[in-house]
């Protein structure tokens, strides 16, 4: 485990038991020149909580450089903001730190929390924490909506959701949680270039520690598969995922995933 300095566990810290229900949750967005999104993002993690107030919940965006209006919209829309290295491991491993919460989200700048999130995160935590009898638990939300029209679209969400379900293995865009423990004990998102959440999720699973599926579903935007086509898309993923295994170095992936791409989204 690498000794970073998290300011939590404070629970472990004073003894007491791992969970209790009122745990502070903190929503982490990485962002870069998404002024065009993050207002909605952001709001959708403070405006869909069911519990009382959001005083119970926090989101960071850790901005990487945006030279747009990102930041300002950002915290007008009542997010505190972090500044980062552009990157989006980076990003996120940066706004864990600033985080305050024992239960942290990572949500793309894209994409929204579905209504009631806080609860359903709350519940499933707590049970899942106590058939464990631990407090290292992680996962992700079972299912994503696409905001896009079409049928391959649809196609994709059910792949999505049968590959999450069957094969336990998420990705970035259905928001990953940690509680902190577990995510301490892996050592967080590396500082690295590209696949940072393909790369977290692998490293739980060898850990022998299986996600927990939210029964509720992310909204993301459609914009990759609607630039590049929804079959060049699974094609190239799948690609990815083989030379992620077999070696080879994240810049190299990050270089092929961007290769033709506008600098705007060579930056991600």
């Known amino acids: 485990m690498v000794g970073w300095p998290w300011p939590t566990s404070r629970r472990r ?3 007491e038991a791992w969970w209790s229900g009122r745990e502070k949750i903190s929503v982490i967005l990485p962002t870069l020149n998404e002024e065009s999104s993050v207002e909605r993002s952001v709001r959708s993690c403070l405006g869909k909580t069911k ?34 290295e552009r990157g989006r491991g980076l990003q996120q491993d940066v706004g864990s730190k600033a985080a305050s919460g024992d239960l942290i989200l990572f949500l793309h700048a894209d994409s929204e929390l579905p209504e009631g999130y806080d609860a359903l995160l709350h519940d499933t935590v707590r049970k899942a924490s106590r058939e464990r009898q631990r407090s290292e638990v992680w996962g ?16 994709v969400e059910f792949g999505v959701k049968q590959r999450t379900k069957l094969l336990h293995k998420p ?10 423990d577990a995510y301490e004990s892996c050592g967080g998102f590396k500082r690295v270039p590209f696949m940072e959440d393909y ?12 996600p ?3 029964d509720g579903r992310v909204t993301t935007s459609g914009r990759r598969w609607k630039e590049r086509g929804v ?3 699974f094609l190239l993923n799948q690609a990815l995922i083989l030379s992620w295994h077999l ?11 961007y290769k033709g791409k506008p600098p705007k989204e060579a930056c991600r």
């Open 140 to 155: 992700a939300f079972a299912e994503l909506r696409i905001r896009s029209k079409g049928p391959l679209l649809r196609v």
């Open 231 to 233: 079959l060049p898309v």
């Open 199 to 210: 790369d977290v999720v692998h490293r739980q699973r060898r850990r022998g520690i299986p």
């Open 13 to 15: 810290e004073r003894g």
């Open 212 to 214: 927990i599926l939210l």
């Open 247 to 257: 070696g080879i170095s994240p810049q190299a992936l990050k270089e092929l995933y």
């Open 51 to 84: 519990g009382r107030g959001t005083n119970r919940v926090e989101v960071v965006v850790v901005d990487g450089g945006s030279r747009d209006d990102t930041v300002r919209r950002a915290r007008r829309a009542g997010a505190r903001v972090v500044s980062a």
């Open 171 to 180: 990705y970035g865009d259905q928001c990953l949680f940690f509680h902190r």
